[in-house]
C-alpha cells in the first residue's frame, strides 16, 4: 500500500513538473521580455556564485591530483598525471561537481525566495496588478540559470586545472606552461563541448525545479524550508540522471 502511496505521488509530483515547465514555454518565453530582470539574475546567479565554485574548483583540483599521485607512482607513470587530471576534470568531475555546488546555492535561494513570496501572496498580488509572474519570476531565473552554469563550468574548469598544477608542484617541479601543454595536447573538442552542453541541461534543471518547489510552496516557515530543501535534492537527482543519458548519448555517436 505504501509503495502505491510512493508511485501516485512520484507521477503526480512529475505530471506537476511538466506542467509547470509548459507553462513556462508557453507564457514565459512570449514577448514582451524582462530584459533588466534577467540581467540582475544573472549577476545574482551568475556573478555572486563566482567566488565559492572558484573555491570549491581550487580544491577540487588540489586534492583530485593529490590523490592520484601515489597510484601513478606505483605504476610508474606518474608523468601522465597532468593528463589523467585535465581530462577527468574537463570531461565529468568540473561539470558534475560545479552543477551540484550550483543546485544546493542557486536552487535553495530560488526555492527559498519564491516560496516566501508565496506564503506572503506577493505572487497573486502580481496577478491581481496585471504582471505575469511566469514571466517576470519563473522566465528571469531559469533562463539566468541556464546562461550562467556553463559560463561558470568554464571558470571553475580553469580554476580546477590550475589547483591540479599547483597539485603537481607539491612533490616535484613542473613549470606551467608544460603542465597545460600536456593537458591541452590530451584534450579536443569532444571532450569539451559535450561537457558544456550537458551544463546548459544541468542549469534549466536547477531553474525550473528551484521556481517550481517555491510556486508550490505551503503556507509556513516549514514551507518555505522544505521548498528550499526539496528544489535542492530534487535538482541534484535531476543532475545525475541527466549525466548518465549524456554519457550514454555521447557513447553512442562515438565520442567517448
Given at each position: 500500500m505504501a509503495f502505491m502511496i510512493d508511485t501516485r505521488s512520484f507521477f503526480n509530483e512529475t505530471g506537476s513538473i511538466t506542467r509547470f515547465t509548459g507553462r513556462f514555454f508557453s507564457h514565459g518565453m512570449k514577448p514582451s521580455y524582462e530584459i533588466k530582470e534577467l540581467i540582475a539574475q544573472c549577476y545574482i546567479i551568475g556573478y555572486k556564485s563566482l567566488p565559492l565554485v572558484g573555491l570549491t574548483g581550487f580544491i577540487m583540483g588540489l586534492v583530485l591530483t593529490m590523490q592520484l599521485r601515489p597510484s601513478l607512482v606505483s605504476y610508474g607513470v606518474q608523468s601522465q598525471l597532468p593528463v589523467m587530471v585535465g581530462i577527468a576534470i574537463v570531461r565529468e568531475i568540473g561539470p558534475v561537481i560545479t552543477?551540484?555546488?550550483?543546485?544546493?546555492?542557486?536552487?535553495?535561494?530560488?526555492?527559498?525566495?519564491?516560496?516566501?513570496?508565496?506564503?506572503?501572496?506577493?505572487?497573486?498580488?502580481?496577478?491581481?496588478?496585471?504582471?505575469?509572474?511566469?514571466?517576470?519570476?519563473?522566465?528571469?531565473?531559469?533562463?539566468?540559470?541556464?546562461?550562467?552554469?556553463?559560463?561558470?563550468?568554464?571558470?571553475?574548469?580553469?580554476?580546477?586545472?590550475?589547483?591540479?598544477?599547483?597539485?603537481?608542484?607539491?612533490?616535484?617541479?613542473?613549470?606551467?606552461?608544460?603542465?597545460?601543454?600536456?593537458?591541452?595536447?590530451?584534450?579536443?573538442?569532444?571532450?569539451?563541448?559535450?561537457?558544456?552542453?550537458?551544463?546548459?541541461?544541468?542549469?534549466?534543471?536547477?531553474?525550473?525545479?528551484?521556481?517550481?518547489?517555491?510556486?508550490?510552496?505551503?503556507?509556513?516557515?516549514?514551507?518555505?524550508?522544505?521548498?528550499?530543501?526539496?528544489?535542492?535534492?530534487?535538482?541534484?537527482?535531476?543532475?545525475?540522471?541527466?549525466?548518465?543519458?549524456a554519457v550514454q548519448f555521447t557513447n553512442l555517436l562515438g565520442l567517448n
Open positions: 552543477a551540484l555546488i550550483f543546485a544546493g546555492k542557486i536552487g535553495s535561494s530560488i526555492g527559498a525566495e519564491l516560496g516566501s513570496m508565496k506564503v506572503t501572496e506577493q505572487i497573486d498580488a502580481m496577478e491581481v496588478s496585471g504582471t505575469n509572474p511566469t514571466k517576470y519570476l519563473v522566465a528571469t531565473r531559469v533562463i539566468a540559470a541556464t546562461l550562467m552554469l556553463p559560463i561558470l563550468t568554464v571558470f571553475g574548469d580553469a580554476i580546477s586545472l590550475f589547483g591540479a598544477y599547483i597539485g603537481v608542484n607539491i612533490k616535484s617541479v613542473t613549470s606551467i606552461n608544460f603542465f597545460f601543454n600536456q593537458v591541452f595536447r590530451s584534450i579536443g573538442y569532444s571532450d569539451i563541448v559535450p561537457a558544456i552542453i550537458k551544463t546548459v541541461f544541468f542549469g534549466f534543471a536547477v531553474g525550473i525545479i528551484g521556481c517550481y518547489k517555491g510556486f508550490n510552496s505551503t503556507k509556513g516557515t516549514r514551507g518555505v524550508g522544505n521548498s528550499a530543501n526539496s528544489a535542492v535534492v530534487l535538482a541534484s537527482v535531476l543532475i545525475f540522471i541527466i549525466d548518465l543519458l
